[in-house]
C-alpha cells in the first residue's frame, strides 16, 4: 500500500511500469501532465519506441480553482472508474477502457484517446461529426435505462445506488448550478457589461420558482446512474467515433440531467457562434447542423429507450398501456429544464464555457452571453409545458 500523495511526472512513470501487459520491460517512457480540469492530475505516459500509451488520472483532495480551501472526497476516483466500468459493460465502444484503479492513490489507469479530440474544441473549430448523435443517443438509452428501476432488477438497483453516493460533486452542482447563479453570490463570474440582465434573473421569482423544482428533482429523483458532468468538454470525438470521459459527477439522479447537459452545450455552442462564424450565412448552417444533432440525440435517445422498455422483461405494472409515453414526455420536460439551467451557470455561474468566453471581439462575446441566457431562461420557464422537442428549436430559432 503507498500512500496517497499527489504523483510526480517521474513518479507516474514509476507508477505505469509496475502493471503487467502495458509496456515491454526497460521501455523508456515519457511522461505528461495534460490535465485542464481544476480537480485532477491527468499523466499522459508513452513508450516513444513502440507507440504504446496510457492515461492515469488522478483525484486531487481539493478543487484546484480555489486553492487547497474546497476539499473534494478523494472516493470520487473510485466512483469514476466504476461508472467507467459501467458504461463500458452496456457501450463498450463509448468509454476508454479502464485497466486499473487504485484506491490508495485515488487513481485510474486507461486507454489513452488522445487520437480524439474534445467536441468542444471540434466545435468552436465548427467541424461537423455525423455520428455523434446516434452514439450519444446510444449512450444515454443504455446507461440510464439499464441502470434504473425499467432494466434492472429492483433490489439490486437499491443497492447500486448505495455504490454511487457523491455528496461533495452533488454539492457543487447544487450550489453551482441550482443556487449560486440566480442570486449575488460570491462565486458567481460575468462580464459587467450583462449586468443589467443578470440583475433581471436574480430578481425572476417566476424563474427561482422553475429551477427550486428542478433543484427538488435533481436531489430526490434516484432515476437512473447518471454520469453527472456530461458536456462536450467530457466527449472525445473524431468524425467516426464517440467517447465519453469524466464521470466523476456520477451519482443516482433524473435522466434528464445528463440528456439536458448535452443539449445545454450544443445550444451553448449555438449562441457563441456569434464570434466563431465567419459570415451570416456560415453562421446559419452551423447553427442548423446544431440543432439538428440537438433533435437527433434526443430522438435517437428515445427511440433506444422505448425500444428497450419494449423488448424488456420490465415489471407488470410498468407495462400498463400509456405509462411508457407518460414517463417520456416527463423525461423531455426534464431535459429542457436542465438543459436551460445548465445554460444560465456558464454565464453566470463559475465556470464557464470556451464557446463563448473565448470570443475576443466584446460586443460579439456580450450577445452570445444575452442570447445564451435567454435561450437559457425560456427553456427553464417553458419546460414543463413542452410535448415535443421542436419546442427546443423554436426557442432557440426565436431567441436569435
Ligand atoms: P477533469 O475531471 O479534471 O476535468 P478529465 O477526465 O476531463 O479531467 O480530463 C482532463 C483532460 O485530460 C481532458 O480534457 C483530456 O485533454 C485529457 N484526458 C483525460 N482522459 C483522457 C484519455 N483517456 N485519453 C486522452 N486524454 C485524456
Ligand atoms: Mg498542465
Ligand atoms: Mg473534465
Ligand atoms: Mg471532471
Redesign the pocket.
Given at each position: 500500500m503507498t500512500q496517497y500523495h499527489p504523483l510526480t511526472e517521474q513518479e507516474a512513470i514509476e507508477y505505469a511500469k509496475t502493471i503487467p501487459g502495458l509496456f515491454k520491460d526497460g521501455a523508456a517512457l515519457s511522461s505528461r501532465e495534460?490535465?485542464?480540469?481544476?480537480?485532477?492530475?491527468?499523466f499522459?505516459i508513452s513508450d516513444p519506441s513502440s507507440g504504446a500509451s496510457i492515461?492515469l488520472?488522478q483525484a486531487l483532495p481539493y478543487a484546484k480553482v480555489v486553492g487547497e480551501s474546497w476539499p473534494l472526497s478523494l472516493d470520487r476516483a473510485r466512483i469514476?472508474s466504476e461508472a467507467l466500468q459501467i458504461e463500458g459493460g452496456l457501450c463498450p465502444d463509448l468509454v476508454?477502457r479502464v485497466y486499473k484503479y487504485d484506491p490508495d492513490l485515488a487513481l485510474t489507469v486507461?486507454?489513452?484517446?488522445?487520437d480524439?479530440i474534445?467536441m468542444r474544441k471540434g466545435l468552436i473549430e465548427r467541424r461537423v461529426y455525423p455520428e455523434f448523435a446516434a452514439h450519444i443517443g446510444r449512450f444515454l438509452a443504455q446507461t440510464l435505462f439499464f441502470t434504473s428501476d425499467l432494466g434492472m432488477n429492483q433490489q439490486d438497483k437499491k443497492v447500486r445506488l448505495q455504490q454511487f453516493i457523491n455528496p461533495d460533486l452533488c454539492k457543487i452542482t447544487e450550489d453551482l448550478i441550482f443556487d449560486h447563479p440566480y442570486t449575488d453570490a460570491d462565486t458567481n463570474s460575468f462580464d459587467e457589461a450583462i449586468r443589467d440582465e443578470v440583475e433581471t434573473i436574480w430578481s425572476d421569482t417566476e424563474l427561482h420558482l422553475e429551477v427550486a423544482r428542478l433543484r427538488h428533482g435533481f436531489l430526490t429523483n434516484a432515476q437512473a446512474l447518471l454520469h453527472g458532468?456530461l458536456h462536450t468538454?467530457?466527449i472525445?470525438v473524431t468524425e467516426k467515433s464517440t467517447?465519453v470521459?469524466?464521470p466523476?459527477f456520477a451519482y443516482y439522479g433524473p435522466m434528464g440531467f445528463d440528456i439536458g447537459a448535452v443539449i445545454a452545450n450544443l445550444l451553448l455552442n449555438y449562441a457563441g457562434q456569434e464570434g466563431w462564424s465567419p459570415d451570416a450565412e456560415s453562421r446559419s448552417e452551423y447553427r442548423n447542423y446544431l440543432l439538428e444533432t440537438a433533435k437527433d440525440v434526443w430522438s435517437t435517445f428515445e427511440l433506444q429507450f422505448r425500444a428497450l422498455w419494449n423488448e424488456s422483461n420490465v415489471d407488470r405494472i410498468s407495462r400498463t398501456e400509456g405509462f411508457q409515453s407518460i414517463y417520456v414526455e416527463q423525461l423531455l420536460r426534464d431535459t429542457i429544464g436542465y438543459a436551460g439551467c445548465k445554460i444560465v451557470r456558464r454565464v453566470i455561474g463559475l465556470a464557464h464555457v470556451a464557446d463563448i468566453d473565448k470570443i475576443e471581439d466584446a460586443s460579439a462575446k456580450e450577445r452570445a452571453q444575452r442570447l445564451a441566457l435567454s435561450i437559457g431562461k425560456a427553456l427553464i420557464k417553458h419546460h414543463r409545458q413542452a410535448a415535443s422537442f421542436d419546442e427546443v428549436i423554436d426557442i432557440a430559432t426565436n431567441e436569435t
Open positions: 495534460i490535465g485542464d480540469g481544476n480537480l485532477n492530475l491527468v499522459h492515461i488520472k469514476e476508454p486507461m486507454e489513452d484517446l488522445s480524439h474534445i458532468d468538454g467530457s472525445f467517447k470521459i469524466d466523476e
